[in-house]
C-alpha cells in the first residue's frame, strides 16, 4: 500500500510570497487531515476532511491559509501571504474513515521556511 | 492552553532498561488516547491506543498505562533498543459530531548503546 504523498519536502519563500502545498493520500481513505508543526511543538489540525466537505477548519487562520480537496481525492493547502510565524512542517495525513481509532497515516511533511 | 501536555522534553535511557514517557491530559471529555512515533524527516506513526474504558494495553515491547483519576498515562518500553530513539508524541481525543484530535508536544527519547 503506497503512503500518503506530500510535496514539495522543503520550502524557502520570503515574507509576503504565496506557497502552496500538495497532498496525495492513501487510495480509498476518505478522511484528510493538515497539521502544522512549528519545531518544538506537537502537530496542530488545521483543517480536516470527509471525502470533499470540511469537517473541521476552526484553527485555519482563514485570512490568509486555504485548503481544498477537489473530487476528495487529493488536497492543496496555500498561504498567502506568508509570514515569518507559518514557518513549520506541514503534515497531511489521512485515514480511511473519520475516527481516530482507525489510525492515522501521516505523509512525511513539507518543511516551509519564511524569511 | 495546552490540553495535553508532556513536560519532560528529552529522555536519555540505556539500551535494555525501561523507558516511561508520560502525558497529562486537562480535558475530562478526552475517551481515546494514542501514541505516535516521529523520526526525523519523517511523518509520525501510530504506535499504540488505549481506550478510556481501560487501564492497560500492551503490544509487544510497548505498553501503554491510563489512570484515569490522575488524568494520566505513561508509555512503557521494555528493553528499550537504539532504533526507539525517536520523538514520542501523545494524542487525545474527545469525540463530538466528529473526532478531535490534539497533540502533546512530544518527548525526545534517545536510548544509548
Known amino acids: 500500500e503506497a503512503g500518503v504523498a506530500q510535496s514539495p519536502r522543503y520550502k524557502i519563500i520570503e515574507k509576503r510570497q504565496s506557497v502552496a502545498f500538495w497532498c496525495n493520500p492513501i487510495?480509498?481513505?476518505?478522511?484528510l487531515y493538515w497539521y502544522q508543526q512549528i519545531l518544538g511543538q506537537g502537530p496542530k489540525l488545521l483543517i480536516q476532511?470527509?471525502?470533499?466537505?470540511?469537517?473541521?477548519d476552526s484553527q485555519l487562520p482563514k485570512d490568509r491559509f486555504s485548503a481544498e480537496r477537489l473530487k476528495g481525492v487529493d488536497s492543496t493547502l496555500k498561504i498567502q501571504p506568508a509570514k515569518l510565524e507559518d514557518s513549520a512542517v506541514y503534515l497531511c495525513?489521512?485515514?480511511?474513515?473519520?475516527?481516530?481509532?482507525?489510525?492515522?497515516?501521516f505523509g512525511s511533511g513539507t518543511r516551509l521556511t519564511v524569511v | 492552553d495546552q490540553q495535553v501536555k508532556q513536560n519532560s522534553p528529552s529522555l536519555s535511557v540505556q539500551e535494555g532498561r525501561i523507558s516511561i514517557l508520560n502525558c497529562d491530559y486537562t480535558?475530562?471529555?478526552?475517551?481515546?488516547f494514542l501514541w505516535y512515533k516521529k523520526y526525523p524527516a519523517e511523518g509520525p506513526t501510530f504506535l499504540i491506543s488505549?481506550?478510556?474504558?481501560?487501564d492497560k494495553n500492551e503490544d509487544g515491547r510497548f505498553t501503554v498505562f491510563l489512570n484515569k483519576s490522575a488524568k494520566h498515562l505513561s508509555l512503557h518500553i521494555v528493553p528499550s533498543q537504539p532504533g526507539d530513539s525517536a520523538v514520542y508524541f501523545c494524542a487525545a481525543r474527545m469525540k463530538t459530531s466528529y473526532d478531535k484530535v490534539i497533540f502533546g508536544p512530544g518527548t525526545s527519547l534517545s536510548v544509548i548503546p
Open positions: 487510495s480509498g481513505h476518505a478522511t
Open positions: 476532511f470527509q471525502n470533499n466537505g470540511v469537517v473541521d
Open positions: 495525513a489521512s485515514s480511511l474513515r473519520q475516527g481516530a481509532d482507525y489510525g492515522y497515516t
Open positions: 488505549i481506550s478510556s474504558i481501560k
Open positions: 480535558n475530562s471529555m478526552f475517551d481515546y
